[in-house]
Structure formats: structure tokens, C-alpha cells
């Protein structure tokens, strides 16, 4: 069984910086891309970043040049560093694999950031 467990959500004040990760455990073989997405209260799931196997990244437009998406494809881990964070951060984020067989989910992490 697949599980992505993500961790490094909490509490920052505006203009702060968190880092999440999420690890994928269970029988899964080649991810094409990973990533993350997150949802607000009140608001659609939406796209924060993915990158491919090769390292190709693709992030939403109004969150390129504060947060960055890596990952480590040994050990099957993907990090998202997010700086000068904003009351409008606020959301559970999300961790996401994708391959030839579908898509795995992670249950949510929350972050807050407060003004």
C-alpha cells in the first residue's frame, strides 16, 4: 500500500518561512512528478508546484520567487520551502505523485500564517 506523509506544517507570522516534506512509502515505482497543492477554507484544491523526475519545475504564477519545490528521487521525497509567507498562505497543503498508474494523495498538512 502507497502512503505520502507529509510534515513541517504549523504556525508562522507573515513574512516567515516554513519548509515541508513528504515522504512516499509502499510498493510504487517511477513517479514521474511530484508535488503540491493546497486548499483554503471555502476554495477549489489548487496547483502550488511540480517537478518531474528530471528535475523540471512548474509553479503556480503567484508563487514563483518565494517558494521552491525539490525533491530526492533515491529516497523518494519531495520538500517545498516556502519564504515571505502571507496571511493568504494559509491552506492545508498537499503532497502529490503522479505516474503511468494515477495519482497518490497525502492526507494534508496545515499551515498558518498569521498577520
Known amino acids: 500500500q502507497v502512503q505520502l506523509v507529509e510534515s513541517g506544517g504549523g504556525l508562522v507570522q507573515a513574512g516567515g518561512s516554513l519548509s515541508l516534506s513528504c515522504v512516499v512509502s509502499?510498493?510504487?515505482?517511477?513517479?514521474?512528478?511530484m508535488g503540491w497543492y493546497r486548499q483554503a477554507p471555502g476554495k477549489q484544491r489548487e496547483l502550488v508546484a511540480t517537478?518531474?523526475?528530471?528535475?523540471?519545475?512548474n509553479y503556480a504564477d503567484s508563487l514563483k520567487g518565494r517558494f521552491t519545490i525539490s525533491r530526492d528521487n533515491a529516497k523518494n521525497l519531495v520538500y517545498l520551502q516556502m519564504n515571505s509567507l502571507k496571511p493568504e498562505d494559509t491552506a492545508v497543503y498537499y503532497c502529490?505523485?503522479?505516474?503511468?498508474?494515477?495519482?497518490?494523495w497525502g492526507q494534508g498538512t496545515q499551515v498558518t500564517v498569521s498577520s
Open positions: 502529490n505523485v503522479h505516474g503511468r498508474w494515477g495519482d497518490y
Open positions: 517537478i518531474s523526475r528530471g528535475g523540471i519545475t
Open positions: 509502499g510498493s510504487i515505482f517511477s513517479i514521474d512528478a
